[in-house]
């Protein structure tokens, strides 16, 4: 029996996909809403994930987990799943609408875990994906109903306990005694039930009512009491603790009695930092418990042997994650310590000091996130606090603090970072606190606040806000020139977006000399790159080569091997169409640099199936691809995607021409690209098909929904790669 899980660890993460596996689906199940029911602490996510595991491949689209524990109201359910697609609202379009219209042709399994504290939030919207998706189906965790049409309700019991008259081989089969043994033996190795516990170990789990959550907490108390120990205490503590409760269900009392009893027994400074643990959002670091939960009556220098023994207790759980270990609390136990900040009146305290950690860790990502040695530590760290900073900025936005506000998105400025380890906030709500106009940070929140807004793909949004930014930055003594850089930068990726290549290669170039003159190379580097890319789209490689030749030349400089890699593909892009055997090499250099690394953003494989496109190697460039629109196909990111559906079509042009006018089709129907790759595109399937068949065929792929053509792009390029293979093969 595996533990009871009620993770906070990430706000979402994927619970299986035959989609990205390139597994076919198997079967199809009925649309609607499954609620697993049961008290906290009885096992009902660890149902859930293993139930979604085994269900995947069932699902063309796979399985889904999206965690609500750390989303604190029900107006944030929409915009938690919202997040885990990576789907953005357009402009004038509610979060909700937009998951609908993403969603409605899939057919996945959606788990919404921990819905109890949202019920109105999760049902809305359980309700609404139910009657709008026909091949979607809702599992939900939840202490009780969601209370819609249709919702089938499957009551998760607690585990199977001994009768009181039970020999020794039934109690050691009983569920709730084996649980017991096992959480027994990670604290005191060798511990075992036997003829002489047994009883014991029986008027334990039979006393907790099997409650999972509840037998572990009393079997982490092995070392220090026997079973026949534990009975007693727990009888007597029981009594009390449990009187006085009427109307409250039985087994819900138990484990909050079971709670009780474990924290009653903790030391005073075990009890204070386990309830302020709770203020963290799907775990954190040691140092991050240093910082936010030490001192006023914690010694910072004792916070590793308090959450050490903590995590003994099985009140904690310490969790390997990269280089670092990551501690957090189940959500039943974060729940009872948000009560005991509540009741002590420390709540808010605590939740502005996690703030204002948070806040400040942003700066120092900045600092570090492009050391020769620090580079994938930090993009791991970045990642696993995604819900730490949501939460600090929805603390921020909620009180109305602008300088918490302000300062993450500070943080996120210049934007280098985040084009390879992204963190989107939604600035516009800042921007809007009472005081925000008038501060000192405005100017520069307004700017980055235009880049996220324009990564949204909200031309008309960002075009504002740089309009304020600027105005702002205007009205300074002295303007800051990473408000202007920002700017820039936010102007160049608008060009982007609508087709103004010219434009976007002369911005992004503006925002690289306002970086340099402010001495940040990492993003002058990152900005010569987009510039690269705008002279290359624009017709004009001769001015790409010198600016691709300075944009590795400064990652060099600064020794980032994340930064060095981009470069090379930089340089690679730019010369493929004039040297193409150094175009191969600098490819490989920086494959070979991002397989050391262990990571490769979605635009460097965009470049390098680019470069393997433009140097005539169709095999590199179809994996490439392939990898491309799996890396893609969740987001809304329909520039980048345009571009390597085109290159696709053009690559199977020559073997699966009726394939290639298909997604050339849907191409020109879904996505925007430069003029020049159409026109080549078009001319080969004109050529290979003739006009008329051809226009033909653009229109069935025309006709296709969005997730139609990706699913058919992926597989004509897998059946491709397949040929390829087999002709190189002896």
Same mark, same amino acid.
């Given at each position: 029996?595996?533990?009871?899980?009620?993770p906070g660890?990430?706000a979402?993460?994927?619970?299986?996909s035959?989609?990205a596996r390139?597994e076919?689906?198997?079967?199809?199940?009925?649309?609607?809403?499954v609620?697993l029911?049961?008290?906290g602490?009885?096992?009902?996510?660890?149902?859930?994930?293993?139930a979604a595991?085994?269900?995947?491949?069932r699902?063309?689209?796979g399985?889904?987990?999206?965690?609500?524990?750390?989303?604190r109201?029900?107006?944030g359910?929409?915009?938690?799943?919202a997040a885990v697609?990576s789907?953005?609202?357009r402009?004038?379009q509610?979060?909700?609408?937009?998951?609908?219209?993403?969603?409605?042709?899939?057919?996945?399994?959606l788990?919404?875990?921990?819905?109890?504290?949202?019920?109105?939030?999760?049902?809305?919207?359980?309700?609404?994906l139910?009657q709008?998706?026909?091949?979607?189906?809702?599992?939900?965790?939840s202490?009780?109903?969601?209370g819609?049409?249709?919702?089938r309700?499957v009551?998760?019991?607690s585990?199977?306990?001994?009768?009181v008259?039970?020999?020794?081989?039934?109690?050691?089969?009983a569920?709730a005694?084996?649980l017991?043994?096992?959480?027994?033996a990670?604290?005191?190795?060798?511990?075992?039930?036997?003829?002489?516990n047994a009883a014991?170990?029986?008027?334990?789990?039979?006393?907790?009512?099997?409650v999972?959550l509840?037998?572990?907490?009393?079997?982490?108390?092995?070392?220090?009491m026997?079973?026949?120990?534990?009975?007693?205490?727990?009888?007597?503590?029981f009594?009390?603790l449990a009187?006085?409760?009427?109307?409250v269900?039985?087994?819900?009392?138990?484990?909050?009695?079971?709670?009780?009893?474990?924290?009653?027994?903790l030391a005073g400074?075990e009890?204070?930092l386990l309830?302020r643990?709770?203020?963290?959002?799907g775990?954190c670091?040691?140092?991050?418990?240093e910082?936010?939960?030490?001192?006023?009556?914690i010694?910072?220098?004792t916070?590793?042997?308090?959450?050490?023994?903590l995590?003994?207790?099985?009140?904690v759980?310490?969790?390997d994650?990269?280089?670092?270990t990551?501690?957090?609390?189940?959500?039943?136990i974060?729940?009872?310590?948000?009560?005991?900040?509540?009741?002590?009146?420390?709540?808010?305290?605590?939740?502005?000091?996690?703030a204002?950690?948070?806040a400040?860790?942003?700066?120092r990502?900045?600092d570090?996130?492009?050391?020769p040695?620090?580079?994938?530590?930090?993009?791991?760290?970045?990642g696993?606090?995604q819900?730490n900073l949501l939460?600090?900025?929805?603390w921020?936005i909620g009180?109305?603090?602008?300088?918490?506000?302000?300062?993450?998105?500070?943080?996120?400025?210049?934007?280098?970072?985040?084009?390879?380890?992204p963190?989107?906030l939604?600035?516009?709500?800042a921007l809007?606190?009472?005081?925000?106009?008038?501060?000192?940070?405005?100017?520069?929140?307004?700017?980055?606040?235009?880049?996220?807004?324009?990564?949204?793909?909200?031309v008309?949004?960002a075009?504002e806000?740089c309009r304020?930014?600027?105005?702002?930055?205007?009205?300074r003594?002295?303007?800051?020139?990473?408000v202007?850089?920002?700017?820039?930068?936010?102007?160049?990726?608008?060009a982007l977006?609508?087709g103004?290549?010219?434009d976007?290669?002369?911005?992004?170039?503006?925002a690289a000399?306002?970086?340099r003159?402010g001495?940040? #190379? !990492?993003?002058?580097s990152v900005?010569?790159a987009m510039?690269? &890319? /705008?002279? =290359?789209l624009?017709?004009? $490689?001769? *001015?790409a080569v010198?600016l691709?030749?300075?944009?590795?030349? #400064? !990652?060099?400089q600064?020794g980032?091997p994340a930064?060095i890699? &981009? /470069?090379? =593909?930089a340089?690679g892009? $730019?010369? *493929?169409?004039?040297?193409?055997d150094?175009?191969?090499?600098? #490819?490989?250099?920086s494959?070979?640099?991002?397989?050391?690394?262990g990571y490769?953003?979605?635009?460097?494989?965009l470049?390098? *199936?680019?470069?393997a496109?433009l140097?005539g190697?169709?095999a590199?460039?179809l994996?490439?691809?392939?990898?491309?629109?799996?890396?893609?196909?969740w987001g809304?990111?329909?520039?980048?995607?345009?571009?390597?559906?085109?290159?696709i079509?053009y690559?199977l042009?020559?073997?699966?021409?009726?394939a290639?006018a298909?997604?050339?089709?849907?191409?020109e129907?879904?996505?925007?690209?430069?003029e020049?790759?159409?026109?080549?595109?078009?001319?080969?399937?004109?050529?290979?098909?003739?006009e008329?068949p051809?226009?033909?065929l653009r229109?069935?792929g025309?006709?296709?929904?969005?997730?139609?053509a990706?699913?058919?792009t992926?597989?004509?390029t897998?059946?491709?790669?397949?040929?390829l293979?087999?002709?190189?093969q002896?």
């Open positions: 029996m595996g533990e009871p899980q009620e660890a990430a979402s993460r994927r619970a299986g035959p989609a390139g076919p689906a198997r079967a199809e199940l009925p649309a609607g809403t609620t029911t049961g008290p602490g009885v096992g009902k996510t660890r149902l859930a994930l293993q595991a085994q269900l995947a491949p699902f063309a689209d399985a889904w987990l999206c965690e609500l524990a750390p989303v109201d029900a107006g359910v929409d915009d938690a799943v697609f789907v953005t609202a402009a004038g509610g979060t909700r609408d937009a998951l609908v219209e993403f969603l409605r042709a899939k057919q996945l399994l788990v919404l875990d921990n819905c109890e504290h949202l019920l109105d939030g999760a049902a809305a919207l359980a309700e609404n139910a709008s998706c026909e091949r979607l189906v809702v599992l939900a965790t202490r009780e109903a969601l819609i049409e249709a919702e309700l009551p998760v019991p585990l199977g306990i001994p009768g008259d039970a020999d020794l081989a039934t109690i050691t089969d569920e005694v084996r017991f043994a096992e959480r027994a990670t604290v005191r190795p060798g511990f075992q039930v036997t003829v002489q014991a170990v029986a008027a334990v789990v039979r006393r907790l009512d099997g999972a509840a037998v572990e907490l009393a079997a982490a108390r092995v070392p220090a026997t079973p026949a120990e534990l009975a007693r205490r727990l009888e007597h503590s009594a009390g009187a006085g409760r009427r109307g269900v039985a087994r819900h009392q138990t484990l909050r009695a079971a709670i009780d009893w474990s924290f009653q027994l400074p009890q204070v309830a643990l709770a203020v963290f959002a775990g670091t040691l140092e991050a418990v910082e936010v939960c030490g001192g006023e009556g010694d910072p220098d916070v590793f042997e308090l959450l050490a023994s995590v003994a207790r099985s009140l759980v310490a969790e994650h990269g280089p670092q990551r501690y957090r609390l189940l959500e039943t974060r729940q009872y310590g948000e009560e005991r900040l509540e009741q002590a009146g420390e709540a808010d305290r605590w939740r502005a000091r996690h204002s950690y948070y400040g860790l942003l700066p990502v900045r570090h996130a492009h050391h040695k620090e580079e994938v530590f930090w993009a791991v760290r970045l696993a606090d819900d939460a600090a900025w929805s921020a009180v109305g603090n602008v300088d918490t506000a302000f300062q993450m998105l500070a943080g996120s400025a210049p934007v280098e970072v985040w084009s390879t380890y963190l989107v939604a600035g516009e709500p809007e606190l009472p005081g925000a106009s008038e501060h000192p940070g405005y100017p520069l929140a307004a700017a980055v606040s235009a880049v996220f807004a324009s990564n949204r793909g909200d008309a949004g075009q806000l304020r930014a600027g105005e702002a930055n205007a009205r003594d002295s303007p800051d020139w990473r202007e850089a920002t700017v820039c930068a936010a102007r160049a990726n608008i977006i609508t103004a290549f010219a976007t290669a002369r911005l992004a170039e503006q000399g306002l970086a003159a001495g940040d #190379l !990492a993003d002058a900005q010569l510039a690269v &890319t /705008g002279h =290359l624009a017709g004009d $490689a001769p *001015a010198p691709a030749n300075e944009a590795l030349a #400064l !990652a060099r600064i980032a930064l890699a &981009t /470069g090379l =593909l340089v892009f $730019a010369v *493929a169409g004039t040297d193409p150094q175009a191969r090499a600098r #490819l490989r250099e494959r070979e640099l991002s397989t050391a690394l490769q953003s979605p635009t460097d494989l470049w390098a *199936a680019t470069i496109f140097v190697d169709r590199a460039m994996e490439f691809g392939r990898r491309v629109v799996h890396s893609l196909q809304g990111d329909r520039i980048r995607m345009g571009f390597i559906l085109y290159m079509a690559s042009a020559a073997t699966r021409p009726d290639a298909i997604i050339l089709g849907a191409a129907a879904h996505t925007v690209a430069a020049r790759i159409v026109q080549l595109v078009s001319s080969a399937l004109t050529a290979a098909l003739g008329e051809a226009r033909e229109a069935r025309a006709d296709m929904d969005w997730d139609q990706l699913a058919y992926l597989t004509q897998s059946q491709a790669l397949s040929e293979q087999s002709e190189t002896p």
